[in-house]
């Protein structure tokens, strides 16, 4: 478990020579079909989609030292994210579509999920646990959840804007 101190060393670069801040960045890329797993980032996210779109997709992500999965402006479908131990949010989505058949996020040292900048996400089963906040819904974003479970986190959930332009 990253502890506080771990996961906001500002000694360590949080991007890469082209400004990207994932470990893994896809850009304006479809992505089908696919498993993606992730262990011992040190970068501003783990996984980083921009402008990308794609369905039965998989993400496993584990000890990501920031966020573990970044979501930026794009339409997306997974079966399965799984998150653990994440220096500050497990995932956090901005400006797009989402649509998550299982989440699980453990050891959220900030958020176990985030969602803002008019995203609207869809999450049939929501699993967070050992996180400071379970989930953060902000700036106009809708958040569909069918089935939640939220144990061992400091806040349940927040909602609020964040941003002037909303």
Do not use: M, P
């Amino acid at each position: 478990y990253l502890s506080k101190e771990d996961s906001y060393d500002n000694n360590d670069s949080r991007f890469d020579e082209r400004l990207l801040t994932g470990c893994e960045t896809l850009i304006d890329t479809e992505v089908k079909n696919s498993s993606i797993s992730i262990n011992n980032c040190t970068n501003e996210d783990a996984i980083n989609f921009i402008r990308s779109k794609g369905f039965n997709n998989n993400i496993y992500v584990k000890n990501s030292k920031y966020d573990g999965v970044d979501l930026d402006f794009s339409n997306l479908f997974f079966n399965e994210i799984k998150i653990e131990n994440s220096g500050n949010d497990c995932l956090d989505v901005s400006g797009g579509v989402y649509n998550i058949k299982y989440l699980y996020g453990k050891f959220c040292y900030d958020k176990g999920i985030s969602v803002g900048e008019k995203s609207q996400v869809s999450i049939n089963n929501l699993e967070i646990f050992e996180s400071e906040i379970g989930f953060a819904l902000k700036d106009d974003s809708i958040l569909h959840l069918i089935k939640g479970k939220f144990d061992n986190n400091k806040i349940c959930g927040e909602i609020y804007n964040k941003k002037q332009e909303f």
